[in-house]
């Protein structure tokens, strides 16, 4: 018996699966859940956890959680993505560093944005291109992530905690709350 894949057109000239629409935004924090999803590359955890911390400390948000992909360079599983949309109102997604990471991590994002949770995926400037290729490919040329300057993996935590902190007007503006 034969089987069948589904195949994703990587052209992303496919206008039938084009969109822009967003899940709905939060408008604050106050009290909601924050997923971090943490793509296992260095310093990523630490990025995403100060950037909840702040998100917590300014803007009133509630809990932390934090989940860890398997592999960096391809999207969550179905599974870890159901998880993260049932446990959590909004998902901040780090860090995309190289090219492949990048443009999972934006796939990340447009996959929680579908699933119904606002999200931010964060990669760095270097690598913009991968991320808005990922989002052509996805069929959503237009999401709109941050990208944290280059390099993330070598920095101190007192960089990368600079970093979060300049991330923070970007996450604020995508997730549609005022800062």
């Known amino acids: 018996m034969a089987t069948h894949e589904l195949l994703l057109d990587p052209t992303g000239t496919d206008e039938a699966g084009q969109e822009s629409t967003l899940s709905p935004r939060p408008v604050t924090l106050t009290g909601l859940r924050i997923g971090l999803l943490d793509n296992t590359k260095p310093n990523a955890t630490l990025l995403l956890e100060e950037i909840g911390a702040e998100l ?11 989940y860890t992909k398997d592999y960096f360079g391809t999207p969550a599983t179905d599974e870890l993505l159901q998880r993260i949309a049932d446990e959590c109102d909004v998902v901040i997604t ?7 990471c990048s443009a999972a991590t934006v796939a990340d994002g447009i996959l929680l944005e579908r699933a119904g949770v606002p999200t931010v995926s964060i990669t760095s400037d270097s690598f913009l291109m991968s991320g808005r290729a990922m989002a ?3 069929g959503f040329p237009g999401f709109d992530f941050h990208a944290v300057a280059h390099p993330m993996a070598s920095l101190t935590a007192e960089q990368v905690r600079e970093r979060a902190l300049a991330a923070l007007p970007d996450v604020l503006r995508i997730l549609g709350v005022e800062d």
Do not use: F, W
């Open 56 to 66: 917590q400390r300014r803007h009133g948000a509630g809990e932390t959680r934090l």
């Open 94 to 100: 780090a860090v995309g560093d190289c090219g492949s």
């Open 136 to 138: 052509a490919v996805q």
